[in-house]
């Protein structure tokens, strides 16, 4: 079987190092590969990047998905030359000591280790507990505080130090699949529309958003800036096939089942609805989960933007979410990509989804 090609646009974002307030890396991978094919492109405050195409058309709408990542914020450098950190977004502790990480510093990245007490130095009842923020640290191999503060600065942020690797044809591991995935979806799709554009009424807005995993923040001023008819925003959601993972709780998805196309109260009937259709249209499989209250995504904030937005969810299966190899097929974010852009095309002049 031949290699699986993995889109250059989709492996140089998750090479990319951005946590949450510190997107750099990931705004210069969106700004070389989705600019040259907008009509408009802006950044704002907040870093986001907005990508406009066929900016006369009706309805507008908006497709979203955050570029930033879990991270590490240093905090305090100890005597011996020992960093310190807090969590940007929502960490599992127990995975995060004994990991490679780089530290994105002025002068350029900084290699170190995440470091606990070994287990040979624990009592029967330390090796039951999960380790506290305070009982894990960075080790550079610093001689004393000052090396240490020579080369690191306090609000240095790190990365875990494992990059996306193909395990088995299309299913890759990566650290941040979560969402670089979703950042990769929205552009891509404004991508291949421009290719085809009369074909399309719609005036379509592309946002590689900042800060969701702090509370959805780029989302929240992004929907304002663009005003939006209607929405769709792409994240990941979590795969339930794996050993451990009751469907009773969680309900039933999976790796390469396609992309998950929610229903619930965050979700405008007639969007959910319309995506089904284009799924079906071009014949890719699809994946429905119910979610009873706003989700976790951008999708909550930008559908109370302003005086409300039409707003759908799709979601790329994904097992291990906020772990440091997160586990995705591929074959389920090209298909995201078709139903965004067959989704696009649909849009008729006028259609604002109001039910």
């Not at 960093?83 to 127990?94: A, K, N, P, Q, V």
């Not at 992004?222 to 993972?245: E, F, K, M, Q, R």
Request: charged share 25%; hydrophobic share 40%; net charge neutral.
């Amino acid at each position: 079987m031949p290699a699986y090609k993995v889109p250059a646009f989709l492996a140089e974002l998750l090479h990319a190092r951005s946590p949450s307030g510190y997107e750099a890396e990931a705004q210069a991978v969106f700004d070389r590969h989705v600019k040259p094919a907008a009509d408009a492109y802006a950044n704002d405050a907040l870093g986001n990047r907005i990508a406009t195409l066929n900016p006369k058309g009706d309805p507008v709408l908006m497709l979203a998905g955050h570029m930033d990542e879990l991270g590490l914020i240093i905090t305090y450098v100890n005597n011996h030359g020992y960093l310190y950190f807090d969590t940007i977004g929502g960490h599992d502790l127990s995975v995060i000591s004994g990991r490679r990480v780089i530290i994105q510093t002025a002068a350029g990245p900084v290699k170190g280790v995440t470091g606990k007490r070994a287990i040979h130095l624990m009592d029967e009842e330390d090796r039951k507990k999960v380790p506290k923020k305070h009982e894990i640290w960075i080790d550079i191999g610093a001689r004393d505080k000052a090396d240490a503060l020579s080369r690191v600065t306090i609000g240095d942020v790190a990365t875990y130090d494992h990059e996306l690797e193909l395990i088995n044809g299309s299913i890759g591991t990566a650290r941040a699949f979560d969402n670089k995935v979703g950042a990769y979806v929205v552009g891509e799709t404004l991508v291949r529309l421009a290719r085809e554009r009369k074909k399309l009424a719609a005036k379509v807005v592309s946002v590689a958003t900042t800060q969701e995993e702090i509370g959805v923040r780029g989302a929240t001023t992004s929907a304002y800036l663009v005003n939006p008819h209607i929405a769709v925003a792409v994240d990941v959601g979590h795969a339930t096939d794996h050993p451990d993972c009751d469907n009773r709780k969680f309900g039933e998805t999976k790796l390469g089942g396609g992309p998950i196309i929610c229903r619930g109260a965050n979700i405008n009937p007639k969007v959910h609805a319309r995506l089904m259709a284009a799924a079906k249209k071009l014949g890719i499989p699809f994946q429905t989960e119910a979610d009873p209250r706003p989700t976790g995504t951008d999708a909550r904030a930008i559908q109370m933007g302003r005086g409300g937005v039409a707003t759908g969810l799709v979601s790329i299966p994904l097992r291990y979410m906020h772990t440091p190899s997160e586990v995705v097929d591929l074959e389920d974010v090209e298909r995201c990509v078709q139903l965004l852009v067959e989704f696009a095309k649909g849009l008729e002049k006028g259609d604002y989804a109001h039910w």
